[in-house]
């Protein structure tokens, strides 16, 4: 195992030049024409530097796709790892890529390109060192995971179904590096309300305003958050009214969900479904649901994340931590279908935020363990 990290290490300063390259060559959700380049790339570079092969899987709407397989075996590992980013394009000319004091800084380096890179490199590592699996190896690198996967979503749960393990690159949490053995689900759901309207001054009981009905239902949502479950009900957005003389007619808001289980789940999402108006002569409609199922830390979960923390300590020399995520990803899809284990991407901070970053001494340490990883579920031959 050890050899795994000596070879990553060799490979360190290559590794930071193909982030670069890929840093460089902006992929925002939607500007298709960047995104599909990107795509290009990256099938290009997994078959360069992995002798694997690679698929562009064409999207009408959103970016290409790139689907890439290593070695073979009837049973199959899914590696998860997206392409976007939240940035537009020319963000890289106010916040070109940069390395001081062991960090590099640029759009994406952290959320998520450089555990993109990272993965490339592990499978590159086993090439080089002849060690091969018993299991085939999946990469799913889709292109719209920013925007709630649109187009990938079904994709990726196929291949979930076809798995016995799955891997999310997505960065590590806090400056450990921790791994993400469970993740919130996600609901967004819209809510417009029907009033009446009248003439504030002058008929102001003939009417029923829609925006006090919204107020109102607010804080019967946002009672029923629950920090110790973990379950949380946010209305992030809130519209409607058309003048303030006039009592308002049509109010909207939006409601963001977290919930940690599915027994949650079950639970919250018809308080939202089922609302009753608290204002007489109102109605309520509901639309929307649940975006992401939760990632489950399950009994296996829990026995991946051993296997990964004994990597560490036994081959890398570190304690590796795990945390639970607020946040959704790929792995959330992923997480009802198979054991699925996130955040074994790169340390850094920042993610959508100006001060991106990713340390890059930690590259290698990462990219070993999860080739580590791989040969260890993978069964090595």
């Given amino acids: 195992m050890r050899e795994i990290y000596d070879q990553l290490k060799q490979d360190e300063e290559m590794m930071v030049d193909y982030l670069q390259k890929i840093v460089e060559k902006e992929s925002p959700s939607l500007d298709k024409e960047l995104v599909d380049k990107v795509a290009d790339w990256v099938a290009k570079t997994f078959e360069d530097l992995t002798g694997g092969k690679s698929t562009i899987i064409e999207n009408a709407i959103y970016g290409n796709h790139v689907k890439a397989e290593w070695g073979e075996g009837e049973e199959q590992i ?9 940035w537009p394009r020319d963000t890289i000319k106010k916040m070109p890529f940069t390395i001081k004091d062991g960090k590099a800084y640029g759009p994406g380096v952290f959320d998520m390109k450089g555990g993109l890179i990272q993965g490339i490199f592990a499978v590159k590592a086993l090439k080089d060192l002849g060690i091969k699996l018993n299991k085939k190896v999946v990469f799913l690198f889709d292109s719209d995971e920013e925007i709630g996967n649109p187009s990938s979503k079904k994709m990726i749960e196929e291949e979930a179904e076809q798995s016995e393990f799955v891997f999310v690159l ?40 829609a925006i006090e009905e919204i107020a109102h239902q607010t804080l019967y949502l946002h009672s029923h958050s629950n920090l110790e479950t973990g379950t949380t009900f946010n209305v992030g957005k809130i ?45 309520i409609q509901v639309e929307g649901g649940i975006n992401r199922p939760p990632l489950e830390r399950t009994d296996r979960v829990a026995d991946l994340f051993a296997t990964a923390k004994k990597l560490a300590k036994d081959h890398l020399g570190f304690e590796l931590t795990e945390m639970a995520s607020g946040g959704a990803s790929d792995g959330n899809y992923t997480a009802p279908h198979a054991p699925t284990l996130d955040g074994l991407g790169p340390v850094g901070d920042g993610a959508h935020a100006n001060h991106e970053q990713v340390v890059l001494d930690q590259m290698p340490v990462r990219s070993a363990l999860f080739a580590m990883l791989l040969a260890e579920c993978g069964g090595k031959k």
């Fill in 78 to 86: 899914l590696v998860l790892a997206h392409m976007d980013t939240v």
């Fill in 170 to 209: 997505e960065p590590g949490m806090s400056e450990k590096g921790s791994l993400k053995t469970t993740r919130k689900g996600l609901g967004v759901f819209h809510i417009e309300v029907t009033g009446k309207p009248s003439h504030a001054g002058m008929d102001p009981a003939k009417g029923v305003s």
């Fill in 239 to 283: 519209e409607g009214g058309s003048a303030s003389n006039v009592v308002a007619e049509k109010a909207r808001a939006e409601v963001d969900l977290r919930v940690e289980s599915e027994q949650e789940l079950e639970r919250a999402v018809p308080l939202i479904r089922n609302l009753e108006p608290k204002l007489e002569g109102t109605k």
